[in-house]
């Protein structure tokens, strides 16, 4: 009953969070038996979040120890179908058994249940796919080996890509591959369990990177995001599946030219410096090149920009006093609670679903007996406070987009030998990735 009250009320923090949440093929999570959700782990609690809500069944989540080390926390993780377990990399948890997880495990999938397990073990914002533990491995093999191969437990790959975790209204891409099963590997086990558990986990791991951009290194990761930033048309930037579509792409041809031409990796990379550089400089989104300048849809634009500027002044001033106390406090606490980037927007849902809330009964409360609203009214008011905070900062956002926009149209209408330049570069970037 908890499980189910809190992924509703998460799932709809989750929403607000972030602005497109895609799951492709979501079809690959149906299974009649037992199943294992394998998946990277680069968002911390938001991982759990986001796949709990691709699910149409409950879950069962495979967790750090470390969550439960009161009987309190222990009592209500459990209910929220949590199995604790000690990793090598913390230290031992008081009241948590490792054998004792495994069986919980072993008994969740023989009811036929899902279970969500990280085989990275720990959580880092980046893109790279780190060693993967044989633990999982090792799980599903003893579980279908428990049941004489009966049990059909499935395996399901599921890669998880943000496209900036971190940041309120950005984007989400799940991709769940069609799984293999832990019985094709059972005659393996039975001759080896260590042998057999090595090698699952290795499948593992090709099967994940399917569903992953995984890159070799940080320095490897920022040259494709930096690559993206500036070939990727403006046009593209609310479509999470066409960005993770060019993202790959961006990252094959690169891995293909380090092994025929590495000296255009290298080329490439003194490129996206000098376009970062000159953009800078103009004080123009890098995105914004690959757009054409019209007379008149700019003038069209302006006219549109102008208006929707007095029609959303006061809708924003309405969402801006509604919101800006949670807002601020919200702002006044996350450094001091959040020191790793991937807690920041689990950490942030959690205060916004107490605070905004909060905030909201109480301007009603004082504003509703003020002007005497009736029932009706105050639950009109009630639901246009969250409404109008949004459109509050969608216009921040717009602003923000608008003066980009004019600074580069400004430029191109002075004729900016400069800017002719830096189009020209990404014009060469752009044939050099996508030819």
């Known amino acids: 009953m908890l499980y189910a009250i ?16 895609k799951v492709k093929n979501k079809e690959f ?13 680069p968002n911390s609690m938001m991982d759990g979040w986001i796949i709990a809500q691709a699910c149409r069944q409950p879950i069962n989540f495979l967790a750090k120890g470390t969550f439960f080390n009161s009987p309190l926390k222990r009592r209500f993780l459990a209910s929220l179908n949590m199995i604790p377990i000690n990793r090598k990399v913390d230290l031992v948890t008081d009241g948590v058994n490792n054998e004792d997880s495994f069986e919980a495990c072993y008994k969740v999938l023989e009811a036929g ?16 796919l780190r060693e993967l533990r044989t633990g999982t491995a090792r799980i599903a093999l003893e579980a279908e080996n428990r049941n004489g191969g009966n049990l059909n437990l499935k395996i399901v790959p599921l890669g998880l890509f943000y496209s900036k975790a971190e940041k309120f209204r950005s984007s989400v891409m799940v991709t769940i591959e069609q799984g293999l099963f832990a019985r094709d590997y059972l005659e393996e086990y039975q001759q080896n369990h260590s042998l057999a558990a090595k090698k699952l986990t290795e499948k593992f791991r090709v099967h994940l990177e399917r569903v992953l951009i995984t890159t070799e290194s940080s320095e490897q990761e920022k040259l494709i995001e930096d690559i993206f930033e500036i ?17 790959k792409s961006i990252k094959d041809k690169l891995e293909e030219m380090q092994l025929i031409q590495p000296y255009l990796v290298e080329e490439i990379q003194n490129l996206v410096k000098v376009i970062h ?48 106390i949670p807002y601020q406090l ?27 809330p909060l905030n909201y009964l109480l301007i009603l409360h004082f504003v509703g007996d003020y002007f005497e609203f009736d029932s009706i009214s105050k639950i ?31 430029q191109i209408i002075n004729q900016n030998e400069a800017l002719k330049e830096l189009r020209k570069l990404q014009s060469e970037l752009k044939k050099m990735i996508i030819p």
């Open 277 to 324: 550089w000159q953009s800078e400089k103009l004080e123009i989104k890098k995105e914004f090149l690959s757009k054409r300048f019209r007379s008149k849809r700019f003038l069209t634009q302006f006219v549109i920009s102008f208006f929707l500027l007095i029609l959303g002044l006061p809708i924003f001033i309405f969402g801006l006093i509604q919101s800006v």
């Open 113 to 128: 249940k899902t279970l969500v397990i990280f085989p990275e073990g720990n959580s880092i914002l980046e893109r790279q």
């Open 380 to 410: 009109a008011y009630f639901i246009a406070m969250p409404l109008a905070g949004m459109l509050a900062f969608q216009f921040v956002q717009y602003l923000k987009n608008i003066s980009f926009k004019w600074k580069y149209v400004f």
């Open 29 to 41: 999570l149906e299974h009649d038996g037992p199943m294992i959700i394998i998946a990277n782990h």
């Open 231 to 247: 070939i990727r048309d403006v046009k593209q930037n609310k479509n999470v599946e066409e960005n993770t579509h060019l993202l």
């Open 330 to 356: 919200t702002s006044f606490l996350m450094p001091k609670l959040v020191k790793d980037v991937e807690y920041y927007a689990p950490i942030a849902i959690l205060l916004g679903l107490v605070f905004y």
């Open 6 to 21: 809190l992924k509703i009320i998460i799932g709809l923090g989750t929403r607000l969070f972030y602005r497109e949440i």
